[in-house]
T-cell receptor, first 110, second 113 residues
Framework: DQQVKQNSPSLSVQEGRISILNCDYT??????FLWYKKYPAEGPTFLIS?????DKNEDGRFTVFLNKSAKHLSLHIVPSQPGDSAVYFC?????????FGGGTRLMVKP | DAGVIQSPRHEVTEMGQEVTLRCKPI?????LFWYRQTMMRGLELLIY????????DSGMPEDRFSAKMPNASFSNLKIQPSEPRDSAVYFC???????????FGPGTRLTVT
């Protein structure tokens, strides 16, 4: 069974600086890991994905890094903007079924 | 595109009452998912449908919970009888191909007193 753990419940960074959100998993068998973002009173929205055969995927200001030997992935946001303030979920995709981590609340201060 | 529509947005009911949550997926999406978010358990998948057929309901917590999808444009989740521990935000999501990107509705906040 796969477990997805986000050990930092919150993170605060200054506007313009880098935000790094971390995620650990337990099961080496997977096809994709995803990141979703959630604003208050809204549903989560898909942000970026990474497949098991890659170690990096970049989309604009967002980059996800995968370290399979450490069973660890991270999301980098550079530069951080106040509008990035939200809860970020690390998500395992098990073929249509998504398993969400506990989330990290990011606060970007102007 | 109107996105995934859920109703009601808020529901307050008394223990023992039946609760019905409704969802209209994005047109053309073949997959529909029901999730529940609580402080204790986070965001968890309850059940999902493909082409209106339930595929996996292993996340449904008890027999008090049931979900149906009578057609491609509507699904409901029922709780009968409701209990205070059912209080949570319930999300509906849909996707075109069951892949990485699921589109979530705004959620229904259920409070059972």
């Amino acid at each position: 069974d796969q477990q997805v753990k986000q050990n930092s419940p919150s993170l605060s960074v200054q506007e313009g600086r880098i935000s790094i959100l971390n995620c650990d998993y337990t099961n080496s068998m997977f096809d994709y890991f995803l990141w979703y973002k959630k604003y208050p009173a809204e549903g989560p929205t898909f942000l970026i994905s990474i497949s098991s055969i890659k170690d990096k995927n970049e989309d604009g200001r967002f980059t996800v890094f995968l370290n399979k030997s450490a069973k660890h992935l991270s999301l980098h946001i550079v530069p951080s903007q106040p509008g990035d303030s939200a809860v970020y979920f690390c998500v395992w995709n098990a073929g249509n079924m998504l398993t969400f981590g506990g989330g990290t609340r990011l606060m970007v201060k102007p | 595109d109107a996105g995934v529509i859920q109703s009601p947005r808020h529901e307050v009911t008394e223990m023992g009452q039946e609760v019905t949550l409704r969802c209209k997926p994005i047109s053309g999406h073949d997959y529909l998912f029901w999730y529940r978010q609580t402080m204790m358990r986070g965001l968890e998948l309850l059940i999902y449908f493909n082409n209106n057929v339930p595929i996996d309901d292993s996340g449904m917590p008890e027999d008090r919970f049931s979900a149906k999808m009578p057609n491609a444009s509507f699904s409901n989740l029922k709780i009968q009888p409701s209990e205070p521990r059912d209080s949570a935000v319930y999300f509906c999501a849909s996707s075109r191909d069951g892949g990485n990107e699921q589109y979530f509705g705004p959620g229904t906040r259920l409070t059972v007193t």
